[in-house]
């Protein structure tokens, strides 16, 4: 390979089959060039058969299970691009959806900041303890509990709306309410951790309270 | 002295169309072909027949191709389905500025690149180096398996990758230099430079292992 004569390289590199073929005859009588010229075709001809065949019955199932997945988790990434140019003007939905949970969120946090995070959730008269009391927690948990009820009567109502939406306006409420869905679990899972935690408790009924507006607009829409 | 009379072969299918579609479709831009369109419109609404059409066409190629690249089936496969996620992800933003073959396939390459620099990160998650044999691992090796194929085999891994993907895409699986240009985003001429490294940093690994002489022996 590291001979004098040079052609071998040459031409291998330049890996033209004219360039090839002249090598060939010039390596009939040139070792230094015949070596390497030979190992060259021999790995040429050996490579192909480095082609791995292999059953695998489970593998697309799966593809198409973890396809179907992302798509019930994520519909919006294969919807959207496909709505017509007139859903443009919903697009502002979405944001705007964004926009109040920042503005709930702030809210929120001001009123948790102005209260120096002492300030019970529901009966500011009865304690300043930064945490609820037990008293207050059920009063709390008790509104929950029907925002909750209301929320899964309009949902089942809602269903066929949100599984199969028929416009962009109900695709947007789809992610709206998907969105508040996964901030709600967020909350919840924090609120399990810290049960008398006002602000949380503050947080979690203003997504509720989003969510029912939601559902309710949504009905509206369907049934206009 | 040529030893490769005995070499088993994997019978390449008659200039194995790169796409369904004409033979000389490349990695380029241009009009896409009907048929290619309906199956791109299908992924982008995430129909699972157009995957699985997908899948008939480019699936067996992807799996050895990232088998190759990677060294284990179990891998490939991991490879393979993950890069069909990505297809999904990102067919409603595929544009059409490569043919949609050398789109899928410069998917599945990044992929594979991503789990060898996660297995870099990771050691531990790595799997075994095939031995050959193992369910659910490497594949036995093919009966009748020639001394210089495994040589190659195992010299692979010790190529740069951009060098052993070119290798593995040209010599082993067929495509020329155009489609290897764009399933990998360089020039024509920087395929063909890639690939004469390749070839040649295998003659020296070859003749250093003298796995060249036992295998002409």
């Known amino acids: 390979m590291t001979g004098r004569c040079t052609r071998a390289q040459e031409a291998l590199k330049r890996n033209d089959p004219s360039a090839i073929e002249r090598l060939r005859v010039h390596a009939a009588r040139c070792a230094e060039c015949a070596e390497p010229l030979a190992l060259w075709d021999e790995i040429a001809s050996a490579a192909p058969s480095l082609r791995r065949e292999w059953e695998s019955p489970r593998l697309f199932p799966k593809i198409a299970a973890a396809i179907d997945t992302e798509k019930f988790s994520r519909p919006a990434v294969a919807e959207a691009p496909a709505a017509p140019a007139s859903s443009r003007k919903f697009q502002w939905i979405p944001m705007a959806a964004a926009a109040s949970l920042f503005v709930v969120a702030m809210v929120g946090l001001q009123v948790f900041r102005n209260s120096g995070g002492r300030e019970?959730?529901?009966?500011?008269?009865?304690?300043?303890n930064p945490l609820l009391t037990d008293r207050s927690l059920e009063e709390v948990e008790t509104a929950e509990a029907n925002y909750v009820r209301s929320i899964e009567r309009l949902s089942v109502l809602a269903r066929p709306r949100i599984a199969n939406p028929t416009t962009p306006l109900f695709v947007n409420y789809r992610e709206k309410l998907q969105l508040l869905d996964s901030a709600i679990v967020e909350i919840r899972a924090q609120i399990e951790m810290n049960r008398f935690n006002s602000h949380l408790r503050r947080e979690?009924?203003?997504m509720y309270q989003e969510?029912?507006?939601?559902?309710?607009?949504?009905?509206k829409e369907a049934t206009s | 002295m040529h030893v490769l009379e005995n070499v088993p072969r994997t019978p390449r299918p008659a200039k194995e169309a790169f796409l369904d579609g004409p033979e000389e479709t490349d990695g380029s831009s241009g009009a896409r072909d009907p048929a290619e369109e309906k199956l791109l419109d299908g992924c982008r609404a995430g129909d699972v027949a157009a995957f699985e059409r997908l899948y008939e066409l480019h699936g067996a190629r992807m799996k050895s191709i990232a088998r190759n690249l990677l060294g284990h089936e179990t891998d490939a496969e991991d490879a393979v389905q993950e890069a069909f996620l990505k297809i999904y992800r990102g067919a409603a933003s595929f544009r059409g500025s490569a043919a949609l073959s050398t789109w899928i396939y410069r998917i599945l390459v990044n992929t594979c690149y991503d789990l060898l620099r996660r297995r870099k990160r990771h050691p531990e998650d790595a799997l075994e180096t095939p031995s050959g044999g193992g369910e659910g691992s490497a594949l036995p090796a093919p009966a009748g398996d020639h001394p210089l194929r495994i040589a190659i085999e195992q010299s692979l891994s010790k190529l740069a990758p951009r060098q052993r993907t070119v290798f593995l895409l040209s010599a082993v699986e067929g495509f020329s230099h155009r489609e290897i240009a764009g399933v990998l985003e360089v020039s024509e001429g920087a395929s063909r430079t890639l690939l004469f490294e390749a070839k040649r940093r295998l003659q020296d690994l070859l003749w250093t292992s003298g796995a060249r002489g036992r295998a002409s022996a």
């Open chain 1, 120 to 128: 019970p959730l529901v009966n500011a008269a009865s304690t300043s």
């Open chain 1, 204 to 206: 979690l009924l203003a």
């Open chain 1, 211 to 219: 969510k029912q507006r939601t559902l309710q607009e949504l009905m």
